[in-house]
C-alpha cells in the first residue's frame, strides 16, 4: 500500500514537472513575454518624455525575446560541454 501511495505521488509530481516545461517552452509564454516587456518600456519611455515611446519600445522588447530563444542552444551546449 506504501509503495502505490509513494508511485502515485511519484506521477503527480511527474505530471507538474512536464506541464511547467511545456509551459516554459511554450509560444505563449514567450509571445507574454515580448507584450508584457514592450508595455513596460513603453510606459516607462512615455513617462520619462521620450519622443515616439510606443515606437521606441519595440527595439529593447524584440532584443528581449531574441534572447531568451537563444538560451536553449547555450543551455543544450554547456550540458553537453561543461555540466557533463
Known amino acids: 500500500m506504501k509503495i502505490e ?9 511527474n505530471k507538474k514537472v ?7 517552452i511554450s509560444i505563449t509564454r ?9 508595455i513596460v ?3 516607462f519611455l512615455w ?3 521620450i519622443p515616439d515611446p510606443w515606437l521606441n519600445a519595440i527595439i529593447p522588447a524584440v532584443a528581449f525575446v531574441l ?6 542552444f547555450f543551455k543544450k551546449y554547456w550540458i553537453k560541454k561543461i555540466y557533463s
Open 41 to 43: 518600456i513603453a510606459v
Open 5 to 13: 501511495l509513494e508511485i502515485k505521488k511519484i506521477k503527480e509530481r
Open 47 to 49: 513617462s520619462a518624455d
Open 67 to 72: 534572447s531568451t530563444l537563444t538560451l536553449p
Open 18 to 24: 512536464e506541464s511547467d516545461k511545456a509551459w516554459e
Open 30 to 38: 514567450k509571445v507574454l513575454i515580448g507584450v508584457l516587456t514592450y
